[in-house]
């Protein structure tokens, strides 16, 4: 099959998902074809089942904004026709959606069908606002195909735009599961290089380990953890270790100052390969307003590492509540505090839940959920 792939190529994660998408297809022996302004951060190792096309945005005076969507549009509708696409898949529907609509539209509807994959923001803050709101509902209703990465997206999508459940399916996001995995004898090792990272001796022989990955927006309520972590260190010996960038990135790091906890927090900024930090943590916070999924707690759990995470939209579909880690609300607290303390206190509590991580990660592996969009592709291609 002849795949086209478009989606955000920055740090997140549908990026991430997408990216990791194409590689398992091309893996399989179908051709998959990126569409985007740049390559996806993940996707570092080509293979011969792999191109990317970069959209070129014009730059004129004549234009405040660069026409984006327009440039992708005709990006897509040349690939399509010159390398004889099967069918399209796009991730976000604004403005994704929209540009493979009017690439269909561009090469004839009856060459070309396109899936969409609705990942949250793109329905919980932008197509939820009210100057993009009709464009998103028209996008979402005019793709061929919608998959959503939680029961609770697809609920609250047809929730906001009406869009009727049989139109959407749910299609969890995945993980390697062999790639993300715990590897005890190198833990050592990895918090030597996290030590020389640093500069210093930021963990000691006891220290206990809790990270956080985002893009540091607000949503995902970063200084909620901050708080909490000041008060978990008044209780245990703990290193708070910070990946990624955005927004908040001063404000946090300011907060951190002021809390006079600079010696125990790490800002790592942005990291592709997040293996080693996960492997050498023994909790993971994500403490988010919401989560439509919650990719990077299914990388923490697929690395043995318990999850303290917000109860809010789709991550209860991941992490169970007192078996692989702790749902709590994202703005108490003492609650989030309790929550870490109890596992990081109770070493065998901490153990089982390891384990239990583990054991719930196996069941969003990538050779589980890639099958799921095949079977989709071929539904919405009409040869099944």
């Not at 009709?134 to 999508?157: D, H, M, P, Q, R």
């Not at 995995?181 to 500069?199: A, M, P, Q, S, T």
Request: glycine share 6%.
């Amino acid at each position: 099959m002849k795949i086209g792939l478009t989606c955000y190529p920055t740090f997140g994660g549908s990026g991430a998902v997408a990216a990791e998408l194409g590689i398992e297809l091309a893996k399989m022996g179908h051709c998959v074809h990126f569409i985007s302004y740049g390559l996806p951060f993940r996707l570092n190792n080509f293979s011969k089942n792999i191109s990317f096309h970069e959209v070129e945005v014009m730059a004129y005076p004549l234009f405040r904004y660069p026409p984006y969507t327009l440039s992708l549009s005709a990006k897509m509708s040349e690939i399509i026709e010159s390398e004889k696409l099967d069918i399209l898949h796009v991730h976000y529907a604004m403005p994704h959606a929209t540009s493979a609509y009017l690439a269909r539209k561009m090469v004839g509807d009856d060459k070309i069908r396109f899936v969409t994959t609705l990942h949250g923001t793109d329905i919980t803050l932008v197509g939820n606002h009210h100057s993009f709101f009709k464009i998103t509902k028209f996008s979402i209703e005019n793709s061929n195909g919608v998959t959503c990465v939680s029961n609770y997206l697809k609920e609250a999508t047809s929730e906001t735009f009406f869009i009727p459940g049989n139109k959407m399916k749910v299609i969890y996001n995945f993980i390697d599961t062999q790639k993300y995995k715990r590897d005890e004898d190198k833990v050592i090792y990895e918090k030597k290089k996290l030590n020389e990272f640093i500069g210093r001796e930021f963990l000691k022989k006891d220290d206990l380990v809790i990270s956080h990955i985002s893009n540091f927006r607000p949503v995902k309520r970063i200084q909620n953890i901050i708080k909490a972590f000041c008060a978990i260190t008044r209780n245990i010996n703990a290193k708070l270790v910070l990946v990624g960038d955005g927004p908040d990135i001063s404000w946090c790091k300011l907060m951190v100052e002021k809390l006079k906890i600079s010696q125990k927090v790490c800002f790592m900024g942005l990291q592709e390969d997040i293996v080693p930090v996960l492997n050498i943590s023994d909790l993971y916070m994500l403490p988010s307003k919401s989560e439509s999924f919650g990719l990077s707690a299914l990388e923490a759990l697929s690395c043995s590492v318990p999850v303290v995470g917000t109860k809010n939209g789709g991550l209860p579909e991941v992490v169970l509540d007192g078996s692989c880690g702790f749902l709590i609300d994202p703005e108490n607290i003492d609650e989030i505090t309790e929550a870490a303390l109890k596992i990081l206190s109770d070493k065998k509590l901490k153990s089982q839940m390891s384990i239990a991580a583990r054991k719930r990660a196996l069941l969003f592996d990538s050779k589980i959920i890639i099958p799921q969009y095949l079977d989709y592709y071929n539904e919405v291609l009409n040869y099944v």
